[in-house]
């Protein structure tokens, strides 16, 4: 059985979205549009917004734009940033929710979330070689969880060496301090600041490795906005700013216990041993009684994926549980599957079986196939709470477990695990 089989008995008017469709050229009327959009948004930023641009004089397309990704504002300060010139982004169909027309005049390349799509190579290469305009990738497909850096995969520095272009870097500041990912709905007064920075022209392209490309990306695109705030004095003075950091950091340090730490106002607590912390003004945690384990968030969250690592590769990790499914086939409509069963473990990765319309489907991503999964905290389209998303080159499954606060846990495994099979295999 493939490991990503998905077929699903929809009703005959269902319609997949053809992400191998060769992206359009972006008409200047919508370049023009998106930069008075941005324009605007950019404007409703309280704190305010600057862009400080690095050798990029005399820069002009073709190049390849690589950003970090944090929050929606990220869109619109990179096509201010750009203008006049095109701009061509991967995005993923949820980008593309009721909205695909929008989205392929802009000259979008839809693909699903971490998935290998040989139709990609080819819109890539239109957009550089024949359009001759800027593409422009989010290397982490997802947005900082933690406000450092995710995975960047391999395939970067291999796209750029194929199409033998200059690699631009834009390094966003501040946008996951005013919306972290597991509070983005209520934005705090923090001001913007990103870096736009040609770090390769096409000439150290041509001459250099992948690898040696691949290491300078990430190298440049390193950032952590906790050390960024704090360097800048930036307070943070809202009362309800700890409120969702548990689901990131959803394992005590002190009693060990999972899924069972909690938020309110400024403070994080465990509901199981009762310590609480409390999170400062310069996004510092402090103990209100005992020690502090953790001051820098991100060292708390390091620390998680390295027990869920310890776990498996001591064979004690494994993951099964009831979970809701909706699936997003096209681009207009996610349809409710009912109940599946969902597992996770190392010999198999990700297995989800149910059945919709009387027939049952089995979807199956091995780990060696994922090296990262798609989680979101309080999810926009269906139901606003968390999820995880299994997709397949054909269709999306958006699984809502019955645990709570496992996401983060997932997420860890998924990616520790391809880590260490790759880790084998290269030795």
């Not at 060292?299 to 994926?305: K, L, S, T, Y």
């Not at 091995?366 to 606003?384: F, G, Q, W």
């Not at 846990?409 to 990616?415: D, H, R």
Request: charged fraction near 30%; proline fraction near 5%.
């Amino acid at each position: 059985m493939s490991e990503i089989k998905d077929y699903i008995n929809y009703p005959a008017d269902v319609k997949k979205y053809d992400t191998s469709k060769l992206p359009k050229r972006q008409n200047f009327f919508f370049t023009s549009l998106l930069y008075i959009a941005s324009n605007l948004a950019v404007a409703t930023v309280k704190g305010g917004s600057k862009v400080e641009k690095i050798n990029m004089e005399g820069l002009k397309p073709p190049y390849l734009l690589l950003s970090n990704h944090m929050q929606f504002i990220d869109f619109p300060i990179k096509y201010k940033a750009t203008f006049p010139h095109r701009v061509h982004t991967i995005a993923t169909l949820e980008g593309y929710y009721h909205k695909p027309w929008v989205m392929e005049q802009i000259g979008s390349i839809c693909k699903r979330k971490f998935t290998t799509d040989i139709s990609l190579v080819r819109s890539c290469a239109k957009v550089l070689r024949e359009y001759k305009d800027v593409l422009c990738i989010y290397p982490e497909a997802r947005y900082s969880p933690i406000g450092t850096q995710s995975i960047i995969p391999e395939v970067i520095g291999k796209l750029a060496k194929k199409n033998k272009v200059p690699v631009v870097v834009i390094v966003h500041h501040g946008n996951y301090l005013r919306a972290p990912f597991w509070d983005f709905r209520r934005k705090k007064k923090v001001p913007l600041y990103a870096t736009m920075k040609q770090i390769l022209t096409a000439d150290q392209v041509a001459e250099m490795s992948v690898d040696e490309i691949n290491a300078t990306i990430r190298k440049e695109m390193e950032y952590d906005e906790y050390k960024w705030q704090k360097e800048n004095n930036i307070r943070i003075t809202e009362d309800y700013r700890a409120e969702g950091l548990h689901k990131v950091l959803y394992q005590c340090p002190h009693c060990m216990a999972e899924s069972k730490m909690n938020s309110k106002g400024i403070h994080l607590f465990c509901e199981e041993c009762g310590k609480k912390w409390e999170l400062t003004e310069l996004g510092e945690l402090k103990a209100l009684e005992g020690e502090t384990e953790f001051p820098h968030i991100p060292d708390w969250f390091e620390w998680e994926r390295a027990n869920v690592r310890k776990e498996i590769e001591e064979g004690r990790y494994s993951f099964e549980d009831d979970v809701r499914v909706y699936t997003l086939p096209g681009a207009l409509k996610y349809y409710y599957m009912g109940d599946a069963k969902v597992r996770h473990n190392i010999e198999e990765g990700f297995v989800l079986e149910g059945s919709y319309n009387g027939e049952p489907y089995r979807v199956q991503r091995t780990p060696k196939s994922l090296y990262s999964l798609h989680v979101e905290y309080d999810y926009c389209h269906i139901e606003p709470i968390d999820c995880f998303d299994i997709s397949t080159q054909h269709d999306s499954f958006f699984c809502y477990p019955t645990k709570q606060n496992v996401i983060t846990k997932l997420s860890f495994a998924t990616e520790e695990m391809y880590k260490i099979l790759t880790e084998k295999k290269d030795k």
